[in-house]
């Protein structure tokens, strides 16, 4: 039972991390919109819609990420293989919600696939990628942390005397 608490309270914190990051470039395209056409142009504001957005990939990433590479850690996967995975969980996410509207409104939704689908893959992409540049950092400061009442520990002068070649 912890087990899958971790992991959900993980894919959580994981999609807070991409619905950050998803809002910022939202908050970016609405202030482009409005410096150019001095309106937003959209039903939902932008920052809100790529936050939602931003969440349920993270979490679909995650849940990706926990299906296929289960068991290891952060160290042991490669940067590119993780934004693979970030790519796949963004375009399932893109095919998941053109398929729903077109359910509601339009059922020739291909072209909109055609649309979304590279952009929300490069933007799980980018986000995987970030998201393991942040874990690994993370984990290298808690290491260097850990490391540094090693410094104090030093040599006795028995075993500086033999380490140094004088024996004795």
């Known amino acids: 039972m912890k087990k899958w608490l ?19 470039a939202g908050m970016i395209m609405l202030l482009g919109f409005l410096l150019v056409t001095g309106s937003t142009g959209a039903d939902v504001p932008y920052p809100l819609g790529f936050g939602a957005f931003g969440f349920v990939a993270g979490v679909t990433f995650s849940g990706v990420l926990g299906i296929v590479e289960g068991r290891r ?5 490669s940067l590119p293989r993780f934004a693979g995975w970030g790519a796949a969980g963004g375009f399932l996410l893109s095919a998941i919600f053109v398929v729903v509207v077109a359910l509601a ?3 020739a939704f291909l072209g909109n696939l055609v649309v979304l689908g590279p952009v929300f893959a490069a933007a799980g992409a980018g986000s995987a990628a970030s998201a393991l540049a942040l874990a690994r950092r993370a984990e290298d400061r808690e290491l260097l942390e850990a490391g540094e009442d090693v410094d104090e520990v030093g040599l006795t002068e028995d075993e500086a005397r033999e380490l140094l070649g004088g024996g004795g």
Do not use: K, N, V
């Open 73 to 77: 850690r952060f160290d042991q996967m």
């Open 6 to 24: 971790r992991r959900i309270r993980g894919a959580i914190g994981m999609g807070l991390t991409w619905a950050t990051a998803w809002f910022g």
């Open 105 to 107: 409104e339009d059922p």
